[in-house]
């Protein structure tokens, strides 16, 4: 059945960030749902942010698309051009390779939930406010190409 019980698919927070900026993700919850429904084009997440929480550090894609369906709740989109609010129904954009960071930070009191939709790749992820580089998918390092 396409229908997919989101009850029924396991719900983590495990994060690859290094520790050192790992904890702005803590209250971050996320079910893949492409595993279990089959999918293989591209990938998306069912996203819970705690109050406080981010979804991720800012960070921006070479080649990898994405896209955020807000189901509900309220979270503070922040990119290059500033901050914007984004409420149930609301939806952001994020063409690969464009060189705008993002990140939705939840600043509200209580829950909010997003679709998070993109193609897995190895391409590489850029974090324009912090000293994190993602080097062709393979793993997380300092902008210099060192370990943490």
Known sequence: MPKLDIDTIPQTNATGYPAVYAAEVEGRFYRRLAPPSGLTEFGASHVALKPGAWSSQRHWHEDEDEMVIML??????????????????????????????????????SDCVFIAIGRPSASDCHYPDIDMHLFNGTGFRKKDGSEF
């Open 72 to 109: 509900s709740g309220e979270a503070v989109l922040v990119e290059d051009d500033g901050r914007h609010i984004m409420c149930s129904g609301d939806v952001a954009v994020f063409p690969k390779g464009a060189a705008n960071g993002h990140v939705l930070i939840n600043e509200s009191n």
